[in-house]
């Protein structure tokens, strides 16, 4: 089940409002997509479909897949969203013979494969997708870097106003660590009618070497780590191919 930050309707619709309007992390993956010259994109874990809809508005044939059906409720009213597939689900609802050029998997949603079960399963099931010479690409926090010491909500708290629905304010707090997996709480209060609305999820922080190795145990080969270039350090961006 999707965490209710992605489920919750009233929270996906005012998502996009939360976090940066230029959205500077998903310019690496539009650049990659040019520069692999790649025509077909499946966007795994595509939320509200930003990158989605402007892939499709370079010409890509796109489908994005994400099991919050309200996420993509939202995704469907972004302008190109009427030229990308919508799928409600995980990459194994996806048909057997579809194929495709290139996989993107942003906003870390990679670190939600809590077991390595899952997160084998899911590179098999990506491998299986991708054509001969696809790439996958994603990327994952640097677990070095701690960054779940940051999720307090003295340092986290923001207020911002949504047009039509007024002010709202949300902040994180961190709820465990038991390493590899954090688990934190965000909270959001919409003050035109007082509704406290939470979530709480947990994420999967692992090694970069632990990463390579998972990518090789899946048949896929490791082509690039590079920085993530607006978080420098903090994030590693992985980009893996198909040999057969």
Not at 78 to 83: F, L, P, Q, V
Not at 104 to 121: R, Y
Not at 132 to 154: C, I, M
Request: one cysteine or more.
């Amino acid at each position: 089940m999707p965490d209710k930050i992605f489920a919750d309707q009233r929270l996906a619709d005012v998502y996009d409002y939360f976090d940066s309007s230029e959205r500077p992390d998903l310019d690496p993956y539009l650049k990659l997509a040019e520069d692999f010259n790649v025509q077909t994109v499946i966007d795994l874990g595509c939320g509200t479909g930003n990158l989605a809809c402007k892939l499709a508005a370079r010409g890509k044939e796109v489908i994005g897949v994400d099991p919050a059906a309200a996420s993509l409720h939202a995704a469907k009213r972004k302008t190109y969203a009427d030229m990308v597939k919508w799928v409600n689900g995980t990459i194994a609802e996806l048909p057997d013979d579809v194929k495709t050029d290139l996989i993107t998997v942003t906003g870390n949603a990679a670190q939600v494969f809590l077991t390595d079960e899952e997160w084998l399963s899911t590179l098999r099931k990506c491998r299986s997708h991708l054509v001969r010479g696809g790439r996958l690409v994603f990327e994952v926090r640097n677990p070095e870097k701690e960054a779940w010491k940051s999720w307090q909500r003295e340092s986290s708290s923001d207020v911002i106003d949504v047009p039509e629905k007024g002010k709202i304010e949300t902040w994180s707090e961190l709820l465990d660590v038991q390493y590899p997996l954090v688990s934190f709480r965000n909270t959001f209060v919409f003050h035109s009618d007082g509704t406290v609305i939470t979530s709480e999820s947990t994420l999967r922080f692992r090694s970069k070497t632990e990463v390579i190795d998972s990518l090789s145990e899946a048949h896929l080969i490791v082509e690039d780590v590079r920085d993530a270039p607006d978080r420098p350090g903090l994030e590693f961006v992985f980009i893996a191919r198909n040999p057969d």
